[in-house]
């Protein structure tokens, strides 16, 4: 199994619609993000969480929000899509281990609001 | 403010020639970098890291990168490209707020 799993893989909604993507880890990471990648931009970040009771809005949070159920789950809504929310979306998790810093990053979820 | 700045979209490579790709930094303190790689259809891949010590970098797959303080850069370099290395490449650093922040990304081709 995956280190950071997430689903759906692809998904398709209407405008208005709200919608869940999930992500869990196996890593025992204490830190979740979420970014979104546009072709041209780079990712960027929407929410970050540091643990279950600490989370933080990135660059781009508006449209969105999460729930970190658990350590291992953290979970990113669109409450009422809209067609520039078409991206392609990643969860990734760190640890605060010395001289790491780095990401392990999800296979994505590619979004798409018609 | 700091930042990573990946000057080109695209590189092209003919394969077995040497290949760098740019990336240029600000930040106040000493510098973390990365560099990731995503393949189609896949989540992004860490490659190699700097934090301290040695300038010149090595990570997976052969690729390597060069730490320029002076310069505030941080080039992907890879003596001889294969076709394989074909990707979307990306650099960056990690914030002082915990957070990692990326570069827009240099889509690497390399032709047979």
């Known amino acids: 199994d995956a280190d950071v799993t997430q689903t759906p893989r692809n998904r398709i909604t209407k405008t208005g619609k709200r919608i869940m993507l999930e992500c869990s880890q196996t890593?025992?990471?204490?830190?979740m993000y979420w970014y979104r990648q546009d072709p041209g931009l780079g990712l960027q970040l929407i929410y970050y969480s540091f643990d279950v009771k600490d989370i933080n809005k990135g660059e781009i949070s508006d449209g969105y929000s999460v729930s970190r159920q658990a350590q291992a789950k953290f979970s990113l809504s669109l409450e009422s899509a809209i067609p520039n929310q078409t991206a392609l979306y990643f969860c990734?998790?760190?640890?605060?281990?010395?001289?790491?810093?780095?990401?392990?990053f999800g296979s994505g979820t590619r979004l798409t609001v018609v | 403010a700091q930042s990573v700045a990946q000057p080109e979209d695209q590189v092209n490579v003919a394969e077995g020639n040497p290949l760098t790709v740019k990336c240029t930094y600000s930040?106040?303190?000493?510098?973390?970098l990365f560099w990731y790689v995503q393949y189609p259809n896949r989540g992004l891949q860490f490659l190699l890291k700097?934090?301290?010590?040695?300038?010149l970098v090595k990570g997976s797959y052969g690729f390597e990168a060069e730490f320029n303080k002076s310069q505030t850069s941080f080039h992907l370099k890879k003596p001889s490209a294969l076709v394989s290395d074909s990707a979307l490449y990306f650099c960056a650093l990690y914030s002082s707020a915990s957070k990692i922040i990326f570069g827009s990304g240099t889509r690497l081709s390399i032709r047979p």
């Open positions: 990734a998790t760190s640890d605060l281990g010395q001289n790491h810093y780095g990401y392990t």
């Open positions: 700097y934090i301290t010590g040695d300038n």
């Open positions: 930040v106040s303190g000493n510098p973390y």
């Open positions: 890593k025992g990471h204490d830190r």
